[in-house]
């Protein structure tokens, strides 16, 4: 057996696993923000629009990582837990993840073009950016609950 390098194995698996837990705390933090603000009251159509663009890019990236050879394996050393299987909670957060962004795919309005409509244009041609009450996001906020329980 070689000596591990900076390069070698190893460091590319402890990487990834850092990755995958770091862009899990940023999905869990967004999500605890956003489902806050929600509740609070109405917010701008926009901040949901914004926070769906980061859930599938981080989403995206997640995917990417997943695929590093032997990932599970080590993250489930790593955490010296045989009863804790990585790859289901993995799985089950992406689903969640999934969830969400079909809940603002099918609930923020929509034009004829099937574009959402996050800002509205006025008689004057002022143009008034979309509110969502937090009635309007309580179904949100139970898609965010979700997902918040399927992060530690």
């Known amino acids: 057996m070689a000596f591990p390098s900076g390069t070698g194995a190893r460091t590319q698996l402890a990487l990834a696993l850092s990755q995958v837990q770091t862009l899990a705390s940023q999905i869990k933090s967004e999500s605890i923000s956003i489902r806050d603000r929600t509740a609070a009251g109405s917010v701008f159509a926009r901040l949901i629009v914004n926070y769906v663009d980061m859930l599938a890019a981080v989403?995206?990236?997640?995917?990417?990582?997943?695929?590093?050879?032997?990932?599970a394996a080590y993250a489930r050393a790593q955490f010296d837990d045989e009863s804790f299987d990585?790859?289901?909670?993995?799985?089950?957060?992406?689903?969640?993840?999934d969830a969400t962004i079909t809940w603002v795919g099918t609930n923020i309005p929509k034009d004829a073009g099937?574009?959402?409509?996050?800002?509205?244009?006025?008689?004057?041609?002022?143009?008034?950016?979309?509110?969502?009450?937090?009635?309007?996001?309580?179904?949100?906020?139970?898609?965010?609950n979700l997902l918040i329980a399927a992060i530690d």
Not at 59 to 71: E, K, M, Q, V
Not at 123 to 141: E, I, Q
Request: net charge positive; charged share 15%.
């Open 59 to 71: 989403r995206a990236r997640l995917a990417a990582l997943s695929a590093t050879p032997g990932l």
């Open 114 to 144: 099937n574009r959402w409509l996050a800002v509205e244009e006025l008689v004057g041609g002022v143009l008034t950016a979309r509110s969502l009450t937090s009635a309007n996001t309580a179904t949100l906020r139970t898609q965010l």
């Open 86 to 97: 990585i790859s289901t909670e993995y799985t089950a957060m992406l689903s969640q993840i």
